[in-house]
């Protein structure tokens, strides 16, 4: 059951009210993809109030854990403690549970409970937890292949495991996928930075560099990581887990690099 502190539960939401919420919460949230990082207590504030006064609306506990998620990677940004990013964690966990027993047959609920229910068991290192979360994910693809945000939470969520944990090609597959549907150069070329940096890692380095050469410019962080692993590449080096897990970062607490408006150049 999801414990939410200093709620005082109101008259029931009328329809109209919970779709303004819902606007309000969807704004706040590309607010906060687009580097506006004070948008996310308000967020959270407003869908808390929110689900208390309509129990019983799938959408609102889903926007709510999708704030408590991005809560979460704010306190990653800030270097919290583990106990805390748990805490924030097990509230979007519980979140989706709520909306996910209100719309049983969402594959985007499932994998969102899935990514939450991971960063969980990252942090408690639980192995037995850890491999429920990932089946959730890949469970959710298997019944949505086609969807770009439950591929994309998969492979956004996966991609942070050691390799021996992850499943690489699943990875790989996601990334693709995403890579394909979307029609921003500047998601593309970080898309591409996060796929050469997979083939870097399992040593496929042809691979590699055609994606680090794909990076258009469109993103000039992405352009700036894809020269310097380019450039490593060419001393015969290996491409820095420091500039790897840098980037990897970003899809969790730097949004921005994504989500930002207009071009970098």
């Known amino acids: 059951m999801l414990t939410l502190v200093c709620l005082a539960v109101g008259a029931r939401a009328s329809p109209d009210r919970e779709a303004e919420v819902l606007a309000r919460a969807r ?31 799938a959408d609102l506990w889903e926007a709510l854990g999708n704030a408590y998620m991005s809560q979460q990677g704010l306190l ?17 966990r519980d979140a989706y549970a709520r909306a ?8 985007l609920l499932l994998a969102s409970h ?16 850890l491999k429920s979360a990932i089946e959730e994910m890949n469970s959710a ?59 870097a890692e399992t040593g496929q380095l ?5 994606e680090y050469k794909q990076v258009t410019g469109a993103s000039s962080f992405a352009a700036e990581q894809s020269r310097a692993r380019l450039e490593d590449l060419k001393k015969g080096a290996a491409v820095s887990p420091a500039a790897i897990a840098q980037v990897r970062a970003g899809t969790g607490s730097r949004c921005v690099m ?8």
């Open 141 to 199: 693809v298997r019944e949505a292949p086609k969807s770009t945000p439950v591929r994309l939470t998969r492979g956004f969520t996966i991609i942070h495991l050691p390799i021996g944990l992850r499943d690489t090609a699943a990875v790989t597959a996601d990334l693709k996928f995403v890579m394909d549907a979307t029609t921003r150069r500047r998601p593309e070329d970080v898309l591409h930075v996060l796929l050469g940096d997979v083939y």
């Open 206 to 210: 042809e691979n590699a560099r055609r």
């Open 258 to 265: 994504c989500h930002a408006t207009g071009v970098d150049n």
């Open 76 to 92: 990653y940004q800030s270097q919290s403690g583990p106990d805390l990013l748990i805490a924030v964690g097990e509230r979007a």
């Open 114 to 129: 899935g990514m939450a229910g991971m960063s969980i068991a990252s942090l408690k290192q639980d192995p037995s937890a």
């Open 27 to 57: 704004q706040l949230q590309l607010q906060f993809r687009q580097g506006n990082l004070q948008s996310v207590d308000p967020l959270v504030k407003d869908l808390e109030t929110a689900v208390a006064q309509a129990p019983n609306n």
């Open 100 to 107: 996910l027993a209100l719309d049983k047959k969402n594959a």
